[in-house]
């Protein structure tokens, strides 16, 4: 690298971390304005609110670090614009691709830290941020789906539950279901079930079996029964944000584990595993973008570049969080809803940055 490209590196990643200490303490600040009333009434001792905005200013700043990134290169790239600086390398006879070479080694080694935080320093902040966030500041909402649980436990059984407490450890209309092939051998259900922390066991209430033969149905009811069955309680109502909270190697073996569980949320946790790509590769195209709106000298000045890069970020961020949704609540796959923005976007790139003034 020349020393050219030393300077715009130099920019770009010391006005990247600028911006992240610019807009982390003001986040953490409207955090703590609009939660302090809660956590003085829940007497949350002081220890655990500084871990907690520990964790979320790590949370906070991986959520919207391609944001931040993008108004970094647009800030600095404007005002190299302004003093007449991008003009000048042209005039020099220096190429855009030949510009944009120390952004791509930026964007790269932003990528790197990115992709590395995110599949393993970042779940654990995810995890103690929504387990203060649940205890302490969202009131009655849950961190688990606890209503109409179904699950796939082994090769030849299912269970559901009307719902299941995990606070008691106790759940409703509680149904086996034991099949050998397309022909079920039996079926257990049970009003209520009970999980006794002491003995291991699970205590089915109204308990009734029925084994079925070629013959007749083999009916047993009793009123109450101790067994043992090859789930964990912890595998009935995992918490919502469990695959933000695992790395990736552990989330790779969750995800495989509740795909035989049949799970209901195997959506949810694709979205989750496929973002931990993406997001790196969005450092590249919102580098690329926030150039080619930036490098143009305007009348405005900075303050239009910014203005109109705040508008193609929060274009960006709510194409994201859309098809997000919509892997979740339609057909439409994980895997092209969490890269559909980025191949979008990537178009819209090389179509911003081919027309780059030379």
Do not use: C
């Not at 220890?47 to 964790?55: F, K, M």
């Not at 149905?217 to 043992?228: E, F, G, V």
């Not at 069955?229 to 995992?238: H, M, N, R, W």
């Amino acid at each position: 690298m020349n020393k050219i490209d030393k300077y715009i590196l130099n920019k770009y990643i010391s006005t990247y971390l600028l911006i992240q200490l610019l807009f982390i303490p003001i986040a953490i600040v409207v955090n703590l304005a609009e939660h302090v009333d809660k956590l003085i009434a829940k007497e949350v001792p002081i220890g655990e609110i500084i871990n907690h905005y520990y964790n979320f200013s790590i949370y906070f700043s991986s959520s919207l670090l391609p944001l931040f990134l993008f108004l970094a290169t647009t800030w600095f790239t404007s005002k190299l614009s302004n003093n007449s600086e991008i003009v000048a390398l042209y005039s020099s006879g220096i190429s855009l691709k030949r510009i944009l070479k120390p952004y791509m080694i930026g964007s790269f080694i932003i990528a790197i830290f990115s992709l590395y935080s995110g599949m393993y320093i970042v779940p654990e902040s995810t995890k103690n941020y929504n387990d203060f966030s649940y205890k302490y500041l969202r009131g009655n909402k849950k961190a688990i789906d606890s209503k109409n649980i179904f699950r796939k436990i082994n090769e030849s059984e299912y269970i559901f539950l009307t719902q299941f407490n995990p606070k008691n450890n106790v759940g409703t209309n509680f149904t086996l279901e034991n099949f050998e092939g397309e022909k079920m051998n039996f079926k257990i259900s049970a009003s209520s079930i009970r999980f006794l922390e002491k003995s291991n066991k699970f205590r089915l209430n109204n308990f009734s079996k029925r084994t079925i033969t070629d013959s007749i149905d083999i009916i047993y009811n009793k009123r109450s029964l101790d067994t043992i069955f090859d789930f964990k309680v912890e595998d009935l109502t995992p918490v919502n944000y469990i695959a933000e909270s695992l790395i990736y190697s552990e989330l790779i073996e969750f995800i495989e584990n509740e795909k035989l569980k049949g799970s209901a949320n195997i959506d949810r946790y694709l979205v989750a595993k496929y973002k931990k790509w993406s997001i790196p590769f969005s450092i590249f195209i919102l580098t690329l973008i926030a150039f080619a709106v930036s490098s143009e000298k305007r009348r405005g000045g900075t303050g239009v570049n910014l203005a109109f890069g705040i508008v193609v970020a929060m274009v960006y961020v709510f194409f994201d969080k859309i098809f997000g949704v919509l892997a979740l609540q339609s057909d439409l796959s994980p895997i092209i809803a969490v890269w559909l923005p980025n191949i979008i976007f990537g178009l819209l790139s090389i179509f911003l940055v081919y027309n780059a003034k030379r």
